[in-house]
């Protein structure tokens, strides 16, 4: 019976216009979280001294869903990850069926040469030689992106893995404005400090300025800084921008830097002959953040660091724990894969993809105000733009509460609040983006 109302409330959740084009149907069902706490409608989310029945657990499953959020609606513009592939969800069953690790080979053969098979194709879209190149797959962007910290500080000082921070010099990484946060974060949580994380200037299009660049680095080493890595972005979380990359590359070579480029975003363009122009200069980068669960639309979570050297995770990460990599096994060691890994247990990521492969979706970001009409009148002010900073929150509350469709906000820098419209969902049609659009007007009309 759970099975069936699964596969039922899936069903719901995959691209049909009947359904979704309903004026009935939501995206989310919103509640406040003291409403959930206290329970509605038989949905409770307390753990019980006795065992519910089987009738009562088809209530809590379907009320799951019901109180969720509907990601794969197409309706959904709130984040870089939306929609629902029926093949990857399919994937994401049967690894759940199959419930392994993918620490070694022994137990899990088949998904450990996936995982070769996959990482090996995405090397040779970058560009780079299929034998030379590694990678993995990681719990998201930002263990991504914290890998290539991590492997660049190894690969400049490897006495850091044995020794710590106190055996080298003081570092110096350089990221844009636009960046993602993780990269910060990555700085503080591997002892280097997010104080030493220098933020270069971007420009109105949210692309980091490569002379800007160079001027940092050269002002870090006048400090006693040691600048060793550099974050470019293809594809920002906000205006969906693409740095410079072959002038960043070319900066990083002329002071013997290491180049990550984070393209958890805008990975998926290199699969487009149209739009891969956009990473140009990618295969000149030591390292490489892809997230397929975006752009590509696999199903949460699926997300890779790709590395230029071969070896360098293994000699970075490897503690040699005996009781699961023993070198003396009937088989080729090398295969025994969870030694690279900062993690001991790993979740089977890689399926999902590889079931997907053969099929494939395209997207973009869409920033812009709604000015209601008693402000298209004012001239641009700081008075105006206090109002205007109140309105894309306002619409929210009122857009969450009805539950129709689904938009974020944010400011940036000297932006004012603003909608961020994300377009990654293949059942997303002409007439959603009408519905949403004519949404905003109306919950703004009165603002």
């Keep these: 019976a759970i099975k069936r109302l699964i596969l039922n409330s899936a069903t719901q959740l995959l691209p049909q216009s ?46 799951t869903l019901k109180y969720g959020v509907k990601t794969g609606h197409p309706r959904f513009f709130n984040q870089l990850s939306t929609g629902l592939d029926i093949i990857g969800l399919a994937g994401e069953w049967l690894t759940s069926t199959a419930n392994t690790n993918m620490f070694t080979y022994e ?10 098979v996959v990482l090996r194709k995405m090397h040779s879209i970058i560009g780079w030689p299929e034998e030379d190149g590694d990678g993995i797959f990681c719990p998201g962007g930002t263990m991504s992106n914290l890998y290539s910290v991590l492997l660049a500080r190894f690969h400049l000082f490897p006495v850091v893995k044995t020794h710590g921070m106190s055996a080298i010099p003081r570092l110096a990484l350089f990221t844009s404005a ?35 660049l160079n001027s940092s680095i050269e002002t870090a080493k ?48 290199l699969l487009s002959n149209k739009h891969r122009v956009k990473l140009q200069g990618i295969e000149r980068a030591h390292s490489v953040t ?78 812009f105000w709604y000015l209601p009409k008693r402000l298209q009148s004012i001239l641009p002010s700081p008075e105006r733009d206090r109002e205007l900073h109140m309105v894309a929150p306002k619409i929210k509350t009122k857009m969450m509460e009805e539950g129709f469709t689904m938009i974020g906000y944010q400011p940036l820098e000297d932006k004012v609040n603003f909608f961020r419209c994300v377009f990654s969902n293949p059942a997303t049609q002409r007439e959603d983006v009408d519905f949403l659009i004519d949404e905003i007007v109306r919950l703004g009309c009165e603002l």
């Design 18 to 63: 009947k359904y979704f084009h309903s004026i009935c149907s939501k995206v989310l069902d919103f509640h406040y979280p003291h409403q959930l706490k206290e329970g509605l409608e038989g949905f409770s989310l307390e753990l019980p001294d006795q065992p519910d029945n089987l009738e009562q657990l088809l209530v809590d499953c379907r009320d």
């Design 107 to 116: 137990i899990s053969p088949v998904f450990i040469l996936m995982e070769e």
């Design 178 to 212: 636009h960046s993602h946060y993780s990269i910060k974060k990555s700085a503080a949580v591997l002892g280097i400090g997010s104080e030493n994380v220098i933020v270069v200037r971007c420009d109105e299009r949210g692309k980091m300025i490569s002379s800007e």
């Design 222 to 269: 006048s400090k006693g800084l040691v600048p060793f890595y550099v974050n470019a972005t293809a594809g920002t979380t906000v205006y969906g921008a693409f740095d410079p990359l072959n002038e960043i590359a070319d900066i990083c070579k002329h002071h013997g830097l290491w180049m990550h480029v984070d393209a958890a975003w805008g990975g998926g363009l």
């Design 290 to 367: 892809w997230n397929p669960h975006k752009m590509m639309g696999v199903p949460l979570q699926c997300s890779t660091i790709l590395v230029k050297k071969k070896g360098l995770l293994q000699e970075c990460n490897q503690l040699c724990a005996e009781y699961l990599f023993q070198p003396d096994k009937h088989y080729d060691v090398s295969y025994d894969t969870g030694d690279k890994s900062i993690q001991c247990g790993r979740h089977v990521d890689v399926f999902k993809l590889w079931l997907m492969w053969k099929a494939k979706p395209e997207h973009s970001n869409v920033c």
